[in-house]
Nanobody
């Protein structure tokens, strides 16, 4: 059984930083694409960043480029999202998603990710 656990969220002020972690267990393959998504109050879940199993293909949504960095240490079932210069509009529950398909591409659609954690809350106040 695949388990996904996010951690590292919190309440910070405008301009501060946070680092989120995602730990996954039970995956039959290490060749899956992983991604970070977020869901703000009254909004749909949206793509934030994604990374391939090799780590050489990375995508970001436009609003976080230059501020957020996704990483995935090789040979480990963990992923990180380093978030700098946080803004109030970054306030959301952040979710880690994992694609089931081996050698999967990095996609931005929520529907293409199969395994999800419970999320971690990030609140940014001005």
């Amino acid at each position: 059984q695949v388990q996904v656990v996010e951690s590292g969220g919190g309440s910070v002020q405008d301009g501060d930083s946070l680092k989120l972690s995602c730990a996954v267990s039970g995956l039959p393959s290490r060749t899956n694409a992983w991604g970070w998504f977020r869901q703000g109050p009254g909004k749909e879940r949206e793509f934030v960043a994604g990374i391939s199993w090799t780590g050489d293909i990375i995508k970001y949504t436009e609003s976080v480029k230059g501020r957020f960095t996704i990483s995935r240490p090789s040979a480990k079932n963990t992923m990180f999202l380093e978030m700098n210069i946080l803004k109030p509009e970054d306030t959301a529950v952040y979710y880690c998603g994992v694609r089931r398909i081996p050698y999967s591409a990095v996609t931005t659609s929520v529907a293409t990710y199969d395994y999800w954690g419970q999320g971690t809350q990030v609140t940014v106040t001005s």
